[in-house]
């Protein structure tokens, strides 16, 4: 029997490296595969070197913009038939960037909010952990309220102490998945759950790089993972059965 041609995947990574990375294992291991033939066909490109997203969105930094329509034709050229970013603070640049690309771009937001909305039970309060450009764009907050959803910030305070977590000397960006980083992000995760939410929403991509499901007593909903499984349906490949 002849099997169907599956569609390639695009991944523009880089954002950091270490969550594009994860992706394309992720989307490895989502896949449900008898054999190296029935996983779908990948294209990553990791461009670190688009500026930094939350330093656009919050200071007027240099756009990431050019950076990630380049790297879109890029993937296009390389023969990606669609695309995702993997970096939550650049889906505040998706309008701008997914109405020029030319291949689609699939949404990771959007498809986290769709996979809240199929769980079962389906949190009404979330606590977001991500980066202040996240955070500040209001972009999760507003597509989650518009599905019935609340969205927990942190205080300022906190989201100072979760950009460390992120940003600094020994943060996830620097390479660190121990240490101060997973143990500020375990505090914020569980301040979160005491104030009453009942799901965590890792907003920035290399939050799960410190903190994984057993972590939490809540669910830790991952937009690498659901995206992962979205571009396994979308490539025409079956993901794993939950």
């Known amino acids: ?38 996983h779908p066909p990948v294209v990553l490109y990791s461009l670190p070197q688009i500026p930094d997203r939350t330093e656009a969105i919050l200071h007027g930094g240099p756009s990431p913009v050019p950076a990630i329509r380049r790297g879109l034709r890029a993937l296009a050229r390389a023969g990606a038939d669609f695309a995702v970013m ?31 909305l199929r769980m079962r039970p389906r949190p009404k309060a979330v606590g977001l952990i991500a980066t202040s450009g996240t955070v500040s764009s209001g972009m999760v907050a507003t597509a989650f309220a518009a599905a019935g959803i609340a969205v927990m910030v942190p205080a300022a305070a906190d989201e100072r102490r979760v950009m460390t977590a992120i940003y600094g000397k020994k943060g996830i960006k620097a390479g660190f998945t121990t240490g101060p980083a997973r143990w500020i992000l375990l505090e914020i995760a569980n301040g979160f759950i005491r104030r009453g939410a009942q799901a965590i929403v890792a907003g920035c991509t290399e939050v799960p790089l410190v903190l994984g499901p057993t972590d939490l007593p809540v669910p830790l909903i991952d937009p690498l993972t659901i995206g992962a499984r979205a571009v396994i349906r979308h490539s025409g490949a079956c993901p794993k059965r939950i």
């Open 1 to 38: 029997m002849k099997r169907k041609k599956l569609h390639t995947i695009g991944i523009l990574g880089g954002m950091g490296p270490e969550a594009g990375a994860r992706f394309l294992e992720l989307i490895v291991r989502e896949t449900a595969a008898g054999r190296d033939q029935d």
């Open 86 to 116: 993997t970096c939550i603070s650049a889906h505040y640049f998706y309008p701008r960037v997914a109405a020029h690309s030319p291949i689609p771009v699939v949404n990771l937001i959007d498809e986290t909010v769709a996979e809240i």
